[in-house]
């Protein structure tokens, strides 16, 4: 990723509209890749993306440069996915209650099925497979899994990103990998005995 100029966030901050369109084209993917990555739509993703630029338009004052630009948009992208999928675990929780009580209006909740970006054709089965098991870990295993491999982040930059040490976020990821193998033991051994 870019490293940001002085003069591009000193725009920013005096409400430079060009500087913002700037830090969009360098950062939506980013933002996008990484909102997709843990609440695994595209729809909440490019809404989840969205809010964060707003965000980042009405919060730069606040940003001190201790971090890169980068930083600061993975923790905000991160906390409004994690947001959006609280809000949506509350819903779908408050979706059962109604329908144990015979409500007949609940939006049916389908399996998740997206397409990330970094995933090749090919390796959309496994993705998926992935993806899902994903969605049942604890919250910061999956964020620092999510940057690691699939954002590409150093356990360095994840640990700035997470403000975690560079301990913990080695902590989280073997304890992350050591459920995924739990998780996904099923379906490779599947696979194996179907060949």
């Known amino acids: 990723m870019v490293n940001q100029?002085?003069?591009?966030?000193?725009?920013?901050?005096?409400?430079?509209?060009?500087?913002?369109?700037?830090?969009?084209?360098?950062?939506?993917?980013?933002v996008y890749n990484t909102a997709l990555g843990i609440v695994q739509n595209e729809a909440d993703a490019d809404d989840i993306t969205q809010d964060v630029f707003e965000q980042v338009f009405i919060s730069i004052?606040?940003?001190?440069?201790?971090?890169?630009?980068?930083t600061w948009l993975y923790k905000i992208t991160i906390s409004k996915s994690l947001d959006h999928v609280k809000k949506k675990r509350r819903?779908?929780?408050?979706?059962?209650?109604?329908?144990?009580?015979?409500a007949s209006d609940i939006e049916k909740h389908?399996?998740?099925?997206?397409?990330?970006?970094?995933?090749?054709?090919?390796?959309?089965?496994?993705a998926s497979e992935l993806f899902a098991a994903l969605q049942q870990l604890p919250d910061k295993q999956k964020i620092a899994f999510i940057l690691h491999k699939v954002e590409g982040q150093s356990y360095q930059e994840i640990?700035?990103?997470?403000?975690?040490?560079?301990?913990?976020?080695?902590?989280?990821?073997?304890r992350a990998k050591a459920n995924l193998k739990i998780l996904l033991h099923n379906y490779y051994y599947k696979s194996l005995s179907d060949q």
């Open 5 to 30: 100029p002085k003069e591009l966030i000193s725009k920013l901050q005096q409400g430079d509209q060009l500087g913002f369109v700037t830090v969009m084209d360098l950062y939506q993917n980013m």
């Open 61 to 70: 004052g606040s940003f001190k440069g201790e971090s890169k630009l980068s």
């Open 110 to 126: 389908s399996p998740i099925e997206f397409n990330h970006p970094g995933v090749q054709l090919e390796q959309k089965e496994r």
């Open 91 to 102: 819903k779908k929780r408050f979706g059962l209650v109604q329908s144990l009580f015979g």
């Open 159 to 174: 640990a700035e990103i997470m403000n975690k040490s560079l301990y913990a976020v080695e902590a989280l990821m073997s």
